[in-house]
């Protein structure tokens, strides 16, 4: 099943994290380094969002929503779809986008920065 929303085309990137993470030692690797479960809330162009999850806390899978059922993110991401590209396509830096005040972020900041190695996954798969 496809994560890919077409009024968001950034959101291609989280079946490419899906992917990345189907491998049982890079899921095991990234759920290790993760620690958490991540959201991030996307606004098209049309002012519209939609939240996908990445849990790196227990199962190591991608889903739409801000969390598996049950469970509530550590930290919640939420930038333009735009922005999201740049990010997974390496772009951008996420911390620029932080101090610019174009990524928002909410819950263990922190913990924020144990995302950059699963998109750098996604950014070596990455052609948005």
Do not use: C, H
């Not at 990234?30 to 990445?54: M, P, R």
């Amino acid at each position: 099943m496809s994560l890919k929303e077409d009024a968001w085309p950034s959101s291609a990137a989280f079946d490419l994290i899906s992917s990345a993470l189907s491998d049982e030692a890079e899921r095991k690797d990234a759920v290790k380094k993760g620690g958490s479960i991540f959201a991030f809330t996307l606004k098209n162009d049309n002012g519209d969002t939609e939240s996908w999850y990445i849990d790196l806390k227990e199962t190591g899978t991608v889903g739409k929503g801000t969390a598996p059922q049950g469970k509530k993110a550590g930290v919640t991401l939420k930038l333009s779809d735009v922005d999201f590209a740049k990010l997974i396509s390496g772009k951008a830096n996420a911390q620029k986008l932080f101090m610019s005040g174009k990524l928002k972020i909410t819950g263990n900041v922190m913990n924020a920065t144990k995302m950059e190695p699963i998109l750098k996954k996604a950014q070596t798969k990455a052609k948005l």
